[in-house]
């Protein structure tokens, strides 16, 4: 009965910004960590950052000092804040979070992310 909604698709110039939200609707759940992945065309799934209950971050070499991911526990809600975006970025982002005691966590449906020149 946990469902992951995410809005924020979007198609921005290079250089520009765009943000994220993915919000957790259903069963009540404590969450452990929530976190976003994406998944270019041809490639599998990455990390792109994760936020833990206590706050702490980690994000892939790729998007460090770029991309900054946040939660509100209150809303049970997860975002990601994209600055100065880049072809490289151009992929699926799905959201996830991960209730303690569960190994595999939730996902969300994917939000397309283009970047155009």
């Known amino acids: 009965q946990v469902r992951l909604v995410e809005s924020g698709r979007g198609l921005v110039q290079a250089g520009g910004s765009l943000r994220l939200s993915c919000e957790v609707s259903?069963?009540?759940?404590?969450?452990?960590?929530m976190g976003w992945f994406r998944q270019a065309p041809g490639k599998e799934r990455e990390l792109v950052a994760i936020?833990?209950?206590?706050?702490?971050?980690t994000y892939a070499d790729s998007v460090k000092g770029r991309f900054t991911i946040s939660r509100d526990n209150v809303k049970n809600t997860v975002l990601l804040q994209m600055n100065n975006l880049k072809a490289e970025d151009i992929a699926v982002y799905y959201c996830?979070?991960?209730?303690?005691?569960?190994?595999?966590?939730?996902w969300g449906q994917g939000t397309q992310v283009t970047v155009s020149s």
């Open positions: 936020i833990t209950s206590t706050v702490r971050t």
């Open positions: 996830n979070v991960r209730p303690y005691g569960v190994s595999n966590g939730y």
């Open positions: 259903g069963s009540k759940v404590l969450i452990n960590t």
